[in-house]
């Protein structure tokens, strides 16, 4: 993938907001994905599942962000739980593979709310592809090879509180930095990120149910963003609803988007949610996608109370 220089300088602004923030994998359907942004969320659901997703932000844009998951959560005895997950992140010449385990146990508080607290171990190999850039100056040093940390090894910790309509989770998923090149060529990489996400269930009228929610995202080298999404349930079969994301730093509204999900059968479900940025991107794309699949099946262990349906 060949690039100029006009886009080389543009990338140079891009990863210094963007591709920090994109270093925990992020999606516009959070909601139906907690565990990745925290290890607490493992064994929370009443079944377990292992699903796929992927993001496709600012089509048409050359090197835009593309983020592809798999996963695996189950309840464990004795009130704990397990969850392993594979991302694959590619941000213009910037390529992250991850491999992240969760281990989580749930007390109970009272009758009716629970406490989790999770741990995590990350192992990653961050890939920086310059020579796929194309350089007008071939003897330049910062573009004569491409970077690598090696495999690097990270912790993150979380903790969630929820009762059987009400979650409120505080994570952080990375503790360490991390920065590999030499003294004149120093790439910081990785950075921590602090989450901070929360919703709550209310019936409505005729098997309707509606969960607001909201993720706080905050990192040392990008800026803080908040989500906003209002998901309509029908049935336990059929969702739909609106996002929006703000940054703080540049304008109150970042994107705007829409998503919704099916239980095609009792244990497959599907996801799509449509993004559509209202920054100075939409000069240059209209659209992210994202789509998402679920398998679920009975778990053996079963809380005395239902967990919030929304968690994965």
């Known amino acids: 993938m060949k690039k100029s220089i006009p886009f080389i300088l543009f990338f140079g602004l891009f990863l210094c907001g963007m591709a920090y923030s994109q270093q925990v994998p992020m999606y516009g359907q959070y909601i139906f994905n907690n565990s990745v942004i925290n290890p607490a969320q493992a064994g929370v659901n009443d079944h377990s ?22 996963f695996f959560n189950s309840r464990l005895p004795g009130n704990m739980g397990f969850t392993i997950g ?19 146990y749930h007390a109970r508080l009272s009758e009716s709310w629970y406490l989790s607290g999770g741990l995590r171990v990350v192992a990653s190999i961050i890939k920086l592809n310059l020579l ?19 495999l690097h090894f990270n912790v993150g ?7 059987e309509k009400v979650f409120l989770g505080v994570s952080l998923p990375k503790a360490q930095r991390k920065g ?16 901070l996400y929360g919703g709550a269930t209310f019936d409505l009228v005729d098997n309707f149910v509606v969960t607001p929610s909201f993720l706080f995202k905050d990192s040392e080298r990008a800026p803080a963003q908040l989500d906003l999404n209002l998901v309509f349930g029908y049935n336990e079969v059929f969702d739909f609803g609106p996002m929006l994301r703000s940054n703080f730093s540049n304008s109150w509204l ?6 919704v999900g099916m239980k095609v059968t009792p244990s497959w479900y599907f996801g799509y949610m449509y993004e559509y940025p209202t920054n100075d991107m939409n000069l240059a794309t ?19 109370i239902r967990s919030p349906r929304y968690f994965l």
């Open 49 to 70: 599942q292992w699903g796929v997703l992927g993001r496709y932000q600012w089509r048409g844009v050359e090197g835009a962000p593309v983020t592809h998951t798999a």
């Open 86 to 104: 594979i991302y694959q992140d590619n941000i213009g010449p910037v390529r992250d593979h991850t491999l992240q385990t969760d281990f989580a």
């Open 132 to 150: 796929e850039l194309e350089n007008l100056d071939p003897g330049d040093p910062y573009f004569n090879q491409n970077l690598s940390s090696g």
């Open 157 to 163: 910790a979380g903790l969630l509180a929820f009762s």
């Open 180 to 195: 590999f090149g030499d003294a004149n060529q120093m790439q910081s990489i990785v950075s921590r990120h602090l989450f």
């Open 254 to 259: 970042d994107a705007v988007g829409f998503l």
């Open 286 to 304: 209209k659209q992210t996608h994202e789509i998402s699949l679920r398998y679920l099946w009975g778990a053996k262990q079963r809380l005395k």
